[in-house]
């Protein structure tokens, strides 16, 4: 075939088993414009045989795709605007509502009557009530219609019954004000659209994948949506966010009012019940029990996380149980689980509606603003509907009582004809006509003359009067209503929300997340090797030199006598060069790891001393710690993860007239700066060896920790509140409403129980004193005490159940007022407790001192009195006798490399 002719390309018959095929020149868009087929064996190029069709690609392309496309968007997968129903849901409804008698129907005879209108079979239809069923609005439900929360289906739709809800029958039906369509076979009426009044589409949510576009509305409060129709109604701001039927926590800082782009973080609600266990209540919209639990044990048998048995005892609620093993935290788990499984789930809303048979973007905000004001349109056309009946009844009303108290009917005898005698009644009305609301008509005077006798005769004006000043009343009311259709809207939904609100509370919880870095969650399910002389580390060098527990996520930072310095990933056997004399998993964000090394600037250079933190890192990238001198070599290195700067002692080699060969150098006086840096000059003479003398403290300032309490997280970034100034073993004070006292260290991960009232810095020495109601002896005790054990929590009060903390203060000095109740009619002044002269510091144990007899009111805790409190002094530099001299070339605990020039 000959790739250069732009024209028709014949190919050879023997290449095509004997069929030639012909094509036209393709159009501008590129598409071949005809494709010429025959019925027979043969193609003709020049459409010689008439029996030939022409189809154009083109056309197919832009009619038959398009409209199927068309189709699938208007017809099946995306909602409309107005009553906020794909088609499938809105005929069920209608079908439900010509079915209906105030008793169940099998969803089976639903779906079968429903059938007259959709015409897409009966499985799409039976999946649709299932859906609209569970989400419990429209529908009143009985039998077995499956479990959300375990994603167990519904029973067989010949199993199970359907009624349309209370709620269903006040905002979806109003026969005269629907506009009514032809059903796809002609055969029937059913509704364009349905006159929903409430914000149905927000309220259920709706998610459909159409041809070309998708939607996903996510679903809202049912009480909100009315606070917010109201807040529309009188002009105030209002803002929505989802609130999903699992519950859960959400974060929805990045809601973006539902819009593409958008983004919304759903979290498994994860408490720990104990050490050893924790579990789960609460599961993220779009998971169900079974979804989450394997999930978790796919993460656990990557080694993500590491769990003993997973356990789901849920029912009508969620409750799943994880039990750890021995020695795992709970709180790197909870992180853990929220990194790798689907306990934390990102949902993307898109706002897709149809509006005007066109697929509109739209946020929730204006959706909300879309339904508030059509459902005013529709209270509207429906109050001046009920006014022109009632208008009419009072019209005929009228006439009546006027054409039988003015005996018209005596004279119809005289009038042979229809014509004649309603000329009759038209003069006789004439001196009435001022009264009535309309014009008099033929059909009025036609139920006239139709009015049997023994009603006349038995006509009571009084009690004809009475029934049209009743119709008055009800006409001047809706009226009013017309006259005030905001405030009667705001009545409607009020209305709405006083019936149906109970129990349609908000269940997810809103709340800022923060962001869980998976390198220091994830389980270090395995171990890092190196061979130090050969250069290699990896996870499959079992033989050699062991290094930390890791994880296959993991960086290692890798130090050479040569003065380079890597960070690579964890691999099974890796290169990075010869004379290793440091290596360890790295973590980029470590600030408060120092490095102190001592290097010779080439090979007969001068000796320099630094200090430095690594990070802004290259990964697989050598970077030269030294000026790159050929023959620089590293000949003192530590590790220090908390800044430490020790004392070494540097010896020289005997070189000439040198008289000082031998003394003290401290890192603490060297300043720390970025890796790159020179340094300062140790000597310029050559170095027999360098000695540890003195382990070091750090020479960082105390880390300042922070409790955000919005995300319920500590943090080292001055967000919240700050808790204080951090040395290594310095802890937090922990105490619950529950009674319960901890102390913890500072870890960055810990997650915090909801009942938590006292968070701060734990001064050893400083006294707890509380307050707290004992249910054995139905009397309140007053204690104080010290934290005894720092690693274990205790409870401070007596473990009865009707026992409770009433107040708990950690001042030096707090006082306290104690307000009784009145007795026999007689109030007692109040109380001042001074809980330093009351009770002396006891045991944690201790039942405490018996407040008072008498009956209590409340208790409130008043300013404490003021007190000195004593400055800690500063740790002081161990001595150098309290240190193990190390030996040459050596690795101890704390990373210091020891080496031996000789």
């Given amino acids: 075939m000959n790739n250069e002719e732009d024209d028709n390309i014949i190919p050879n018959e023997d290449e095509n088993n004997g069929q030639n095929q012909s094509f036209d020149n393709k159009n501008e868009e590129g598409f071949e414009d005809e494709i010429r087929l025959s019925s027979g064996d043969h193609f003709y190029e020049n459409n010689e045989n008439p029996d030939d069709t022409i189809t154009k690609v083109t056309g197919m392309y832009k009619d038959w795709f398009l409209d199927y496309a068309s189709y699938v968007i208007l017809e099946r997968a995306v909602p409309a605007i107005e009553d906020g129903f794909k088609p499938v849901q809105r005929r069920i409804m209608h079908s439900m509502k010509e079915l209906d008698d105030g008793r169940y129907n099998k969803v089976a005879n639903i779906v079968g009557h429903t059938m007259q209108y959709h015409p897409h079979g009966d499985a799409s239809i039976g999946d649709a009530i299932v859906q609209i069923g569970q989400k419990d609005l429209l529908i009143d439900m009985q039998g077995n219609w499956g479990n959300i929360l375990t994603g167990d289906g519904a029973a067989a739709s010949r199993y199970i019954e359907a009624r349309i809800s209370k709620l269903g029958h006040d905002i979806l039906y109003s026969p005269k004000i629907t506009e009514w369509g032809v059903s796809y076979d002609g055969r029937r009426a059913e509704?364009?659209?349905?006159?929903?009044?409430?914000?149905?589409?927000?309220?259920?949510?709706?998610?459909?994948?159409?041809?070309?576009?998708?939607?996903?509305?996510l679903p809202h409060n049912f009480n909100e949506l009315i606070d917010a129709s109201i807040k529309i109604l009188k002009n105030k701001p209002f803002t929505l966010y989802p609130?999903?039927?699992?519950?859960?926590?959400?974060?929805?800082?990045?809601?973006?009012?539902?819009?593409?782009?958008?983004?919304?973080?759903?979290?498994?609600?994860?408490?720990?019940?104990?050490?050893?266990?924790?579990?789960?209540?609460?599961?993220?919209?779009?998971?169900?029990?079974?979804?989450?639990?394997?999930?978790?044990?796919?993460?656990?048998?990557?080694?993500?996380?590491?769990?003993?048995?997973?356990e789901d005892n849920t029912a009508a609620e969620v409750e799943i149980l994880i039990h750890l093993p021995a020695g795992v935290s709970p709180d790197k788990t909870i992180d853990a689980l929220y990194a790798f499984t689907a306990c934390e789930t990102s949902i993307a809303p898109l706002g897709c509606v149809i509006q005007d048979n066109k697929p509109l973007f739209i946020g929730v905000s204006d959706m909300l603003k879309i339904s508030t004001n059509r459902t005013v349109g529709l209270l509207k056309r429906e109050l001046e509907i009920q006014l022109d009946e009632l208008e009419n009844k009072w019209h005929f009303s009228t006439l009546e009582k006027i054409f039988i108290r003015e005996e018209m009917y005596i004279d119809f005898k005289l009038y042979s004809d229809r014509e004649s005698l309603y000329q009759y009644l038209?003069?006789?009305?004439?001196?009435?006509?001022?009264?009535?609301?309309?014009?008099?008509?033929?059909?009025?005077?036609?139920?006239?003359?139709?009015?049997?006798?023994?009603?006349?005769?038995?006509?009571?004006?009084?009690?004809?009067?009475?029934?049209?000043?009743k119709l008055e009343a009800e006409m001047e009311e809706v009226k009013n209503h017309l006259d005030n259709l905001i405030d009667f809207a705001i009545a409607f939904f009020q209305k709405l929300k006083e019936k149906f609100g109970k129990g349609r509370e908000r269940q997810t919880e809103l709340r800022s997340f923060d962001t869980i870095e998976a390198t220091k969650v994830v389980l270090r399910n395995t171990k890092l090797y190196v061979n130090k002389e050969e250069g290699f580390f990896g996870t499959g060098l079992k033989k050699d030199e062991y290094v930390a527990d890791c994880s296959d996520i993991d960086d290692v930072i890798v130090f050479l006598r040569d003065g380079k310095m890597m960070v690579s990933k964890v691999d099974e056997k890796k290169f990075v060069g010869k004379d290793i004399i440091h290596i360890a998993v790295f973590d980029k964000n470590d600030k408060r790891t120092i490095y102190n090394m001592i290097y010779r600037d080439g090979?007969?250079?001068?000796?320099?001393?630094?200090?430095?933190?690594?990070?802004?890192?290259?990964?697989?990238?050598?970077?030269?710690?030294?000026?790159?001198?050929?023959?620089?070599?590293?000949?003192?290195?530590?590790?220090?993860?908390?800044?430490?700067?020790?004392?070494?002692?540097i010896l020289l080699r005997q070189v000439g007239s040198v008289k000082k060969l031998k003394w003290d150098l401290d890192f603490a006086d060297i300043a720390i700066k970025g890796r790159a840096s020179r340094g300062n000059t140790v000597t310029k003479y050559p170095i027999k060896k360098i000695e540890l003398k003195e382990k070091g403290i750090s020479t960082l300032r105390p880390r300042k920790v922070w409790f955000d309490d919005t995300v319920q997280r500590l943090n080292v970034d001055g967000r919240g509140e700050l808790l204080g100034e951090f040395r290594p073993n310095d802890r937090i004070l922990i105490i619950s409403q529950s009674g319960k006292v901890k102390t913890i260290v500072p870890e960055l991960t810990t997650h915090f129980d909801e009942d938590m009232i006292v968070l701060e810095k734990w001064k050893p020495k400083k006294p707890i004193s509380a307050i707290y109601f004992d249910g054995e002896k139905d009397r309140y005790f007053v204690k104080r005490f010290l934290v005894e054990n720092e690693n274990k929590e205790e409870i401070f009060i007596t473990e009865h159940a009707k026992s409770q903390l009433e107040i708990v203060s950690t001042d030096y000095r707090p006082v306290a007022e104690v307000v009784f109740a009145k007795a026999k009619g007689i109030q007692k002044e109040n109380q001042t407790v001074n809980f330093e002269e009351f009770i002396a510091v006891k045991g944690i144990k201790a039942l405490g001192n018996q407040l008072t007899t008498d009956k209590i009111k409340q208790i409130n805790l008043l300013e404490s009195l003021p007190y000195e409190e004593e400055i800690e002094p500063e740790p002081v530099r161990p001595s150098a006798s309290e240190i193990e001299d190390s030996g040459d070339v050596n690795s101890d605990d704390d990373g210091q490399i020891t080496m031996s020039l000789d």
Avoid: C, H, W
Avoid at 256 to 264: E, F, K
């Fill in 243 to 310: 609130d999903f039927p699992t519950a859960g926590i959400a974060d929805v800082s990045n809601y973006n009012d539902g819009l593409r782009g958008g983004r919304v973080r759903v979290r498994a609600k994860i408490n720990q019940l104990d050490k050893q266990t924790l579990t789960i209540t609460q599961i993220p919209f779009s998971t169900n029990t079974g979804s989450l639990i394997d999930s978790i044990l796919k993460a656990n048998e990557k080694g993500k996380i590491k769990i003993k048995k997973i």
């Fill in 426 to 469: 038209y003069k006789r009305f004439e001196p009435f006509q001022s009264i009535l609301v309309r014009e008099i008509n033929d059909d009025d005077l036609q139920k006239l003359t139709q009015i049997p006798m023994i009603r006349i005769t038995r006509f009571d004006s009084d009690k004809a009067d009475d029934a049209i000043a």
């Fill in 603 to 649: 090979k007969n250079g001068s000796t320099f001393i630094k200090r430095f933190n690594v990070s802004g890192i290259t990964r697989d990238k050598f970077y030269d710690l030294t000026q790159e001198k050929p023959g620089s070599m590293v000949t003192y290195f530590s590790a220090n993860p908390n800044g430490e700067a020790e004392t070494v002692t």
């Fill in 191 to 217: 509704p364009v659209n349905l006159p929903v009044k409430f914000p149905l589409l927000l309220a259920q949510g709706g998610e459909g994948i159409a041809v070309g576009l998708s939607t996903k509305i």
